[in-house]
């Protein structure tokens, strides 16, 4: 079995956004063996302001990113974007969140925005690393992605 596990490091919690690194390890498993694929840094992320991980009361409506955990990843359809995207799955207090293209926080409306963090505040060449991350997932039989600010 495939197996991708990302790992989202948040490495800078602003006052409207956070940045952060996107890195994987791309595996086979087969029985008790495992064979390492690919792994490394595959991108920055740009992502809407961290309000902490109880968000119960804290949560504002397109304007917060999601809380650090471990969440699995499924290709779905978006009818937002009219095409298939890795979703991530069961963030409380959020529904339809993914991994999708953009290039300021305004667009992330609590997803996640691969890219490359090059200018303050803000991710670009975006399409081409979700394309990039997207390919990958496409090859894994299961996806998983843990977020965790450094």
């Given at each position: 079995m495939k197996m991708l596990n990302l790992y989202l490091f948040r490495t800078h919690l602003k006052e409207k956004y956070s940045i952060g690194n996107l890195y994987h390890i791309f595996s086979d498993c087969k029985g008790k063996n495992m064979t390492i694929l690919s792994k490394g840094y595959l991108?920055?992320?740009?992502?809407?302001?961290?309000?902490?991980?109880?968000?119960?009361?804290?949560?504002?409506?397109?304007?917060?990113?999601?809380?650090?955990?471990?969440?699995?990843?499924?290709?779905?359809?978006?009818?937002?974007?009219?095409?298939?995207?890795?979703?991530?799955?069961?963030?409380?207090?959020?529904?339809?969140?993914?991994?999708?293209?953009g290039n300021i926080p305004e667009h992330s409306l609590g997803c996640v925005l691969p890219g490359e963090n090059k200018i303050v505040g803000r991710v670009i060449n975006s399409v081409i690393k979700t394309n990039e991350l997207i390919a990958l997932i496409k090859k894994a039989d299961e996806s998983y992605v843990r977020i965790k600010n450094v």
């Open positions: 991108c920055d992320t740009l992502e809407d302001k961290f309000r902490g991980n109880n968000l119960k009361d804290k949560k504002v409506y397109g304007e917060t990113c999601i809380p650090e955990g471990l969440y699995k990843i499924v290709m779905t359809y978006s009818p937002k974007f009219n095409k298939e995207l890795p979703q991530i799955l069961n963030v409380p207090f959020f529904t339809d969140i993914y991994f999708h293209s």
